[in-house]
């Protein structure tokens, strides 16, 4: 099992920037693919960003250009800078990991474990 915890949620302004950090429990963290999804009021969860193992990114067009998805192997924990915040980034952030595939993709099915969100509120 891995457990993973995310940090750094909280309220921004529009246009600021805020920063997730997600802390994973595993020593092969290094062999897993990270993933930050998230999911507004109403509204079914959603992938934002990814990052593979050798350290290859994926964005959502929505975040593209403005979310920086990172990982720091010895500190087990995966980062995802968001920058020119919107008040439609608001949303429950999720860290995800999976390490059956090279890139788990945009579906969260796709990936085993999760941590428990962390609330981003941006406001116009």
């Known amino acids: 099992q891995v457990q993973l915890v995310e940090s750094g949620g909280g309220l921004a302004q529009a246009g600021g920037s805020l920063t997730l950090s997600c802390a994973a429990s595993?020593?092969?963290?290094?062999?897993?693919?990270m993933g930050w999804f998230r999911q507004a009021p109403g509204k079914e969860r959603e992938f934002a960003a990814a990052?593979?193992?050798?350290?290859?990114?994926y964005y959502a067009d929505s975040v593209k250009g403005r979310f920086t998805i990172s990982r720091d192997n010895v500190k087990h924990t995966v980062y995802l800078q968001m920058n020119s915040l919107k008040p439609e980034d608001t949303a429950v952030y999720y860290c995800?990991?999976?390490?059956?595939?090279?890139?788990?993709?945009?579906?969260?099915?796709?990936?085993?474990?999760w941590g428990q969100g962390t609330q981003v509120t941006v406001s116009s």
């Open positions: 995800a990991a999976d390490n059956r595939a090279y890139y788990p993709g945009t579906n969260d099915e796709r990936y085993s474990y």
């Open positions: 990052i593979t193992w050798s350290s290859s990114t």
């Open positions: 595993t020593r092969t963290f290094s062999t897993y693919a």
